[in-house]
């Protein structure tokens, strides 16, 4: 059923204005602040009344029509005002009078519900907030893949020397965690969140953190891994540096 009734407006569209009455017809006038001497709109019941172009303006009398369950609305007054109500009241749904929209205001509709009808609210997955919370800018896509973000790892941190070796840490542990738990990038972004937090638990209580030391792996080592040398063994002497055989005493 319509609502004719002045004053009938959304709770929301209440909240934005300074409610009042107009000095000389008495009718149900809001405001935009409360020093302003204009109102932004006044209600008649029949009719809302304006004399601002305002965007924002436009949209709360479409939610009040909305509100009032006027299904066909009348728009006079210039040709911006009505192309912008017959904009937002089409989008609403609502039959618009009084203006005759042209090609580009027909594309100009569609594209913006094509916009909206891509607007969408869900609930997000466990195994997401546990990403999401790691804050290493790991993202998980369908086939496991993992991608990071420019300075993901630094955060939110400073640039303190502090700070700086905290983050040369994390860089060495993720890239070991990584290498570890490929496979895995939600056990990944737990771990890390693990130790991101025991690294600021340090640093507020004021302890110096060392810089990590990464020493470059030589092709030799990599190599005699493949070859599968036991590691205790003492290395291979390199060619042209024979140690030297001891001499023996010539006993007299």
Do not use: C
Request: aromatic share 4%; hydrophobic share 35%; proline share 7%.
């Amino acid at each position: 059923m319509h609502s004719l009734e002045a004053g009938d407006v959304p709770e929301s569209v209440r909240k934005r204005y300074y409610a009042d009455k107009a000095k000389w017809s008495g009718e149900p006038a809001f405001f935009t602040t409360a020093q302003a001497k204009d109102p932004a709109f006044r209600d008649q019941g029949r009719r809302l009344v304006t004399a601002t172009e305002s965007q924002e303006v436009v949209k709360d009398l479409v939610a009040i029509a909305q509100h009032r369950n006027w299904d066909r609305i009348h728009v006079t007054g210039s040709e911006e005002f009505r192309r912008s109500v017959w904009i937002e009241a089409s989008q609403k749904g609502l039959e618009v009078r009084g203006y005759k929209p042209n090609d580009r205001d027909l594309q100009e509709l569609d594209r913006l519900r094509g916009e909206t009808s891509r607007n969408t609210i869900a609930p997000m997955a466990a195994r997401d907030v546990d990403v999401a919370r790691g804050s290493s800018g790991i993202s998980r896509q369908s086939h496991g893949s993992v991608l990071e973000g420019p300075d993901a790892r630094r955060g939110d941190r400073g640039n303190t020397p502090n700070d700086r070796a905290a983050d040369s840490q994390m860089r060495v542990m993720e890239a070991v965690i990584r290498r570890t738990l490929f496979d895995n990038p939600e056990a990944v972004a737990r771990v890390m969140t693990v130790a991101r937090t025991q690294l600021d638990a340090h640093i507020a209580a004021g302890r110096n953190i060392r810089p990590a030391m990464v020493r470059d792996a030589a092709p030799s080592i990599r190599q005699d891994v493949v070859r599968g040398r036991d590691p205790a063994m003492p290395p291979n002497p390199r060619p042209g540096r024979e140690p030297k055989p001891q001499e023996r005493s010539r006993s007299r």
